[in-house]
């Protein structure tokens, strides 16, 4: 549709900074901070919905001419004049490193570290969605008009009703020790014998 955006909106900022201390001969500590936001809006076209169980009386108000049955039906629209539905997706994450590395003598090293990252996600509704037992009443008492635009009064009975909060929220936590040991064991016709050790502890969960 051509009100539904294929490529929507989104703005990126970060930070990354890192520093370094020396604590010695051959030692010294670091730490990493990476901060980033990224808020993306996404447009669709207006919400389709059905309001039942409507008499022809209630419908004839916003009708040409009066209709004479006594049935009900079913009123199908899009409710454009709610606009576009519009969600705004913000996301904020944030990555915190402290390490320390040094030489324990000749040519082996180490390096171990903390690490934390966190990631916050917000899906919020910005336009385009609404109470929808308000909708129908409003379209029940002849206030909003399901067939064209509506009157004063059904414009700031839409407004009214209008939803602007939270749909969704989520969060995200990685948390981690790694060390590593590097040396040389011995040398071999080939060169030098070469060895790594290392591991890692990390814990993550997830809230929704």
Not at 190 to 201: F, I, M, P, S
């Amino acid at each position: 549709m051509s009100d539904t955006e294929i490529y929507p909106e989104s703005n990126k900022v970060s930070f990354l900074g890192r520093g370094v201390l020396k604590l010695g001969a051959g030692t010294q500590a670091f730490a990493e901070v990476l901060k980033g936001q990224t808020k993306t809006t996404y447009v669709l076209s207006p919400v389709p919905t059905g309001v039942t169980g409507l008499t022809f009386s209630q419908l004839s108000v916003n009708l040409p001419r009066p209709i004479a049955n006594v049935g009900t039906v079913e009123v199908r629209v899009r409710a454009k004049e709610a606009g576009n539905r519009s969600n705004e997706v913000t996301s904020d994450n944030q990555r915190l490193v402290l390490g320390v590395n040094g030489s324990l003598g000749g040519d082996w090293e180490y390096s171990a570290a903390l690490s934390q990252a966190v990631n916050r996600s917000v899906d919020r509704y910005v336009n385009g969605y609404f109470l929808f037992n308000e909708f129908a009443s409003g379209v029940a008492a002849g206030t909003i008009n399901p067939f064209g635009a509506s009157s004063a009064a059904g414009q700031a009975l839409l407004q009214s009703i209008r939803v602007d909060d939270e749909a969704r929220k989520s969060r995200g936590e990685a948390r981690g020790l790694d060390g590593k040991v590097t040396g040389t064991l011995g040398q071999l016709p080939g060169g030098a014998l070469g060895v790594a050790v290392g591991g890692e502890l990390r814990r993550e969960s997830q809230q929704f």
